[in-house]
Each structure stands twice: as C-alpha cells, then as structure tokens.
C-alpha cells in the first residue's frame, strides 16, 4: 500500500530534479499536435465569401475612425426607432388601461358597496400604479429589447467592447467593462453578476461601481418622457422626435462619460494598479435568428422585466395613495414631505415631487414616472378621473401632460434635471443588493449608492444654477 | 453508430424520438455529461437543444459566467448535463478554467462532451487535446458545420474520429442538425457501446518520461480507479495546489 504523503514526496523530490518550466513544452506540443490534426483533416476550398464580407464589415465597425462613429449611429438609430415607435401603442395601451377601464372599475366595485376608501386605495393606488408602468414600460420595452437582442446575437457587442477598450484602458479600467455596460443598459443588476468575466477583482469592483451609469431601461422611460414632452416641445414638430431622440442619447453618452472618469478616478485612488491585458476574440457575424431573438427578448427580457416593474408598482401605488390620503395637521402626509424636500429640490432644478417619487421608487427605477404623476394629481387635488391620460406621454404636441406639469411648476430646466438626476442617482435596491452579493461587503455597496448620489446634486444644482444665472 | 430508418416520428414536431427533455429536472441521475468547450462556440445552444432549457445564449464570449445544470432522458436513462464555461486551455488560473478543470477532474462525467467551432477547430482542438489527456470517454460535437460549408472548409469527421479515438459529430445546433447523430454518441459512449481509446499521443516532454512513468505506477497502485494517473503525475511533478491537496484529503478513488 502507497500512501498519498510518500507519493507527494516523491513528487516533490523529482521536481528539484526536473527544474522549471516544462509547462511551455508540453503546450507547444499540444499546439503542434493540433496544427497536424487540422493539417490532415480540414481543406479549405479557396477563400470563402462570407470571409470577405465579413472582413469588410469589420473593417468599418472596428476601424480606427469609423468605428466609434458606426456605434453611435446604430445605438442613435435604435433609440429614434424605439421613441418613434411607442408612440402610437403606449397611447392606445394608456387609453384602454387608464382611461377606459379604471374609471369602470371603480364605478363597478363602488355600485357594489364596496367603501370608497378601500375602493380609493385598489384602484386609485394599486391598480392606477400597474396601469401606468404597463403603458409607459412596455411598448419602448418591445421595441428596445429586441433590436438590442439582434445587435447580440449578430455578434456587435464584442464590437463595441473592441471599439471602447482603448478609452477603457486609458481609464484604468478593463477593456470587457464596455460588454457589462452595455448589459447594464438592459438592466444594471444584470451588469453587476455580468462583471464576472473580469477576472482582476481590482478591475471588476470599478466595473461594479460605475454600472449604475449606463441607463437602465428602468429609467429609459423616463428619458424619452421629459425628451418628448419638455425637449422636443421647444422644437419644430417635424423634428421633434429627432430631437428626442438626441436628447437621450446625449444622456446616455454623458452616461458612458462619467463612467469613464469615475473609472480613471477610482482606479487612482481606493482602487489602484494598472489595467490587465486580456483577449477578446471577435466572434464571426452571424445572421440572427428571428424567431429565437423575439422570444429571448420578449418573454426572457421584456416580459421578465416588466412583470418585476409591476411587482413593485403595485404595492408602490399604495403608499403613494396613502401619503396623499392620510393627513396630519390638516395637511396630507405627501403635502409635508414635498413641503420638507422642496428647498432642496430647488437648488437641483427639481420639485419636491420628484425627489418624493424618488424615495418611493426606490425598489424599481421603473416606477419613478408614475409616481411622480400620480403625487402631482392626488396632491394637486384634481379628481384622478380628470387626470391627463398617459396616452398622450410620447406626443409633444398638444400635450395635456406637459399643460398639467406646467401647472405643477415645471420648467424645461425641471425636464433637463430630471433626466440628469435620473442618470445620476442611487441604483435600484435590486441592484445595490446584488452588489452587497457580489462584493460581499457593505462598504463597496454604500460607495455605490453615494458615488452617483452625489454626482447627481453636483451636476443638477450647477445645472440649474448656470441656467437660472443665464435666464437672469 | 446506430441509423434509424425514417418512420412516422419524422415528421411530427419533435422528430427525436428517444428524446425527452426534462428542463432542470435532475432528481434521477443515471449518467452524467460534462459540456466543454471554447467560449463562443455554441455550448449553451447544444445544452438549450438537448435540455429545452432557455439559458440565455448570446454571440459574445464568457456569455455563460456559471455553470448551468439540466436534464434530458435518453432511451429511458437519465443525463444530467453541466454546462461548464467557455475556456480555451485548462491549465490557467482564471476562475473559468478552474471550474471547468475542477469538474472534469472531480465531477465524474460519464461522458464529457467537446463542442467545437468548426470555423476555427485548429484553435479548438488545444482544449479537446488537454481534456482528452484527463478523459477518453469524450464525444467531439463540431459545430456550425453550416457556417464552415459556406467559408468553404472541409472537415473529414471520420478521419477525425479514427485518430481521436472518440466519436465525432457535424452539427448546426441552432438548427438543431445533427442532433440525432450527437445523441446516439453521447448514448453509446455513456452505456460503454463506444469504447474510447487513447488515439492521441502521450503530451509529455521526452526529459520527463521516466519521471511522470514511476509516479504513475505508484498512483496506479494506490488509486486502481484511477483513469488519467499519467496527467496527475504530470500536475504533482509541477507542483499544481489543487491536485496535491485532492491526493492529501483523499478525493480520489481508490
């Protein structure tokens, strides 16, 4: 009987013996195997065209100078596509959803007795909060995500990370970070678990940190609402979706922008060292299947995503209606904290209702929108029923919301520091919990959170201070 | 290899017969089936097509960051199949390659199925060399064998075969071509119907035979079970952590 110590002994008695670096031999072998397996049972018939196509095309989606260029018209275009194309659903889903059938459900459960506080609270609340997120979410959802699955599975995402690496590296940072960005933008839990493939920890927690600042689609509405209604509205007709379309991608660039200074800053401060090398191999493009990417994409994605953001929405709308209907001091709940946040709001170009819709939102960046027009109804006093349907969301024209946040005290500097604060604030208690996760340590997750927190009221406060000094 | 005569199942939507797939179900275990491969090459779409899982496929390399487990029952036995990440070698140090090693080494794979890119198999084959020095009982599944056609690049399946000592399989996975053929392999390699063989040359530098020879003959003795006792003498000469501190706690079989 050998027992495994004198075994290890052996072993370690020959390697003096042996001396290093036999690694290098034994892989030189196994390559050169490989080469004479390939030699005697691979031909190849000429050159292949689909080679030369190929070759073509990367030569302008990674080329030196166009391909930062290409990337930005195609994730332009896919933006001015989703905008122009939710339009006419998101009105029809807004007027079956808020305008039809709330206001029967209502009627129905109050003929049947039902009391009106409770009544209130189902549909008012509840049911209005669900409603809204499925009109506003979905349609730029279902257009979103499967346009972005095509880019995927056709083999663009390794692109993108080849075109970023160089302005990555620069940063001190990873050059596969650009692949968990661009995760992110589906959502930036996601992005956080993708960091995985960064195999330097150093390099993979500035990846977990700056996720956050690619827009997730949880806040891609948000975007395109105040682009559409407050941007574009200060733009000819025939142009205004181009000029939405513009405004949000200026974000998401900004985005990118601050994601690469946060990196280079992290990366010379707490997290330092130089960034690693690694191999990035460019799969070949490969003709997606349609089938197969609308189901991804929509049952995988936009379903997935859309069921959580309701998740949350429902029980989100009914603390919205309870601190609009409890009162205290003759006044509602909603009324004293947006009177106690609405100084601070101020300096950041916002309103207490935002920063309210903020703190109640923050399980889902998703339900952000219809919180904050939910609090500027119920806390305006205006019966819900005569609220401006959000079919009317994407339109610029003739908006009866942009009429009713007008009223409300909203400005186009108000629009422009709302979608600043969107880029820059705290990530979604899903993702902050997945960091906790992943980093296993509640310092990197506070980091997190107060790293764009407090970008957020630097960039908003001198936003608006800038532009108020301009207006005089 | 068994063929089977077209019969009425052929044309109805599922026209694979012995197969039935049973998503994440893994209660019942007979046989074990290890998914290997280099990143991008189609892993997680051979391991949705056997499975009917929806692991998330997409065309960029380290898609799959864990591994994924799933189930399919083949003839009245039951596979649990590993889909193991993308790795190029299995000798680094990155978290990818010690997982997949790990579960070669240690997860007992009945049968451990290789897929490659048959667009670049040159550069594929470095892996299948290095697994098929742990394991023979190892199925080749040559992927887009569609996408090789059009760049014009024959492959001779057989003659790859005959001196791999293991069965390989053309397929178009997303296509699911080539199914029935890789399903019958992977079969007849776990029931012991296909007995691999070491067709591939010994990988060990000339200067360190007579070494790697010794240790192994006392593995050999110690461990009689042992399947690949010249690869671990080969990892214990190099001094490899994860190998001696499995010899010390006595993870492998006796």
């Given at each position: 009987m050998i027992a495994p110590n004198d075994i290890l002994r052996d072993a370690e008695a020959m390697r003096w013996e042996l001396g290093p670096r036999f690694q290098d031999e034994i892989a030189a072998r196994v390559s050169g195997e490989a080469s004479e397996l390939a030699g005697r049972h691979i031909h190849r018939r000429g050159d292949g065209s689909r080679l030369a196509w190929q070759r073509r095309l990367d030569r302008i989606l990674t080329g030196r100078f166009t391909g930062i260029p290409a990337m930005a018209s195609i994730f332009a275009l896919v933006l001015w596509l989703t905008i122009e194309g939710a339009n006419v659903p998101s009105g029809m889903l807004a007027e079956l959803l808020v305008d039809t059938l709330h206001p029967w459900l209502k009627t129905q459960a109050l003929a049947l007795g039902m009391w009106p506080w409770l009544a209130g609270l189902l549909f008012d609340g509840m049911y209005l909060a669900g409603a809204w997120v499925v009109s506003v979410m979905l349609p730029p959802m279902a257009i979103f995500f499967p346009m972005f699955t095509l880019l995927e599975d056709f083999g663009y995402l390794p692109r993108v990370a080849f075109n970023l690496d160089r302005l990555f590296q620069k940063a001190?940072?990873?050059?596969k970070q650009a692949l968990t960005m661009t995760m992110g933008i589906g959502c930036n839990a996601a992005g956080v678990v993708a960091t995985r493939i960064i195999d330097s920890p150093r390099e993979r927690l500035i990846a977990i940190l700056t996720n956050n600042f690619s827009l997730c689609n949880g806040r891609w509405p948000t975007q395109i609402l105040m682009a559409t209604v407050f941007v574009a509205a200060v733009a000819p007709p025939a142009v205004a979706g181009v000029i939405a379309a513009g405004a949000v991608f200026s974000v998401a660039v900004l985005g990118f922008l601050f994601a690469f200074a946060c990196s280079w800053a992290l990366s010379r401060t707490v997290l330092k060292g130089e960034s690693s090398t690694f191999s990035l191999e460019l799969p070949p493009y490969r003709p997606p299947n349609l089938l197969r990417t609308l189901h991804t994409s929509l049952v995988d994605r936009t379903i997935f995503v859309l069921w959580r953001a309701v998740v949350f929405a429902v029980p989100a709308g009914a603390v919205i209606w309870l601190v609009a209907n409890v009162h205290a001091g003759g006044q509602s709940l909603a009324w004293w904290a947006i009177q106690g946040l609405d100084p601070l709001a101020w300096v950041m170009g916002l309103t207490g209702v935002i920063l309210l819709a903020y703190i109640i939102a923050i399980p889902a960046n998703e339900i952000v929108v219809p919180t904050i027009l939910m609090l500027t109804v119920l806390v305006s006093g205006s019966p819900v029923a005569d609220a401006p349907a959000a079919g009317v969301m994407f339109e610029a024209e003739d908006s009866a919301l942009h009429a009713m946040l007008v009223s409300a005290g909203w400005s186009t500097l108000t629009a422009v520091c709302l979608m600043l604060f969107s880029l820059l604030h705290n990530p979604c208690s899903t993702t902050l919990y997945t960091i906790q996760k992943e980093t296993g340590d509640w310092r990197w997750t506070t980091l997190a959170a107060a790293l764009p927190l407090a970008l957020g009221f630097i960039v908003c406060s001198s936003v608006a201070f800038v532009w108020r000094y301009l207006a005089g | 290899m068994s063929t089977c005569a077209p019969t009425a199942c052929d044309n109805c939507s599922t026209p694979y017969a012995e197969l039935r797939r049973l998503g994440?179900?893994?209660?019942?275990?007979?046989h074990v089936v290890a998914l290997a491969g280099n990143p991008n090459v189609g892993k997680s779409t051979v391991f949705n097509l056997l499975t009917g899982l929806r692991q998330h496929t997409g065309n960029w390399p380290g898609k799959t960051v864990a591994r994924a487990e799933g189930a399919f029952d083949l003839d009245g036995k039951c596979y649990k199949i590993v889909d193991l990440p993308g790795t190029y070698s299995l000798l680094g140090t990155t978290p990818d390659e010690e997982v997949a090693r790990e579960f070669l080494l240690f997860g007992k794979p009945s049968v451990t199925l290789v897929v490659a890119d048959a667009t670049c198999l040159e550069r594929n084959f470095i892996l299948l060399l290095q697994i098929l020095q742990i394991t023979t009982r190892a199925v080749l599944c040559v992927n887009l064998v569609d996408e090789a056609r059009a760049h014009g690049i024959d492959i001779d399946l057989r003659g790859l075969s005959r001196d791999l000592g293991i069965p390989v399989i053309g397929a178009a996975a997303r296509r699911g071509e080539g199914l029935q053929e890789l399903l019958a392999a992977i079969r007849d390699v776990a029931t012991g119907q296909f007995i691999c063989e070491r067709r591939v040359p010994d990988m060990t530098p000339p200067g360190l035979r007579g070494a790697v020879e010794e240790l192994s003959q006392k593995l050999r003795t110690a461990?009689?079970?042992?399947?690949?006792p010249s690869w671990i003498a080969l990892r214990l000469l190099e001094g490899d952590p994860r190998i001696v501190a499995a010899l010390k706690n006595g993870e492998f079989a006796t």
């Open positions: 001190g940072a990873h050059g | 994440l179900k893994t209660e019942r275990v007979d461990y009689p079970a042992m399947e690949n």
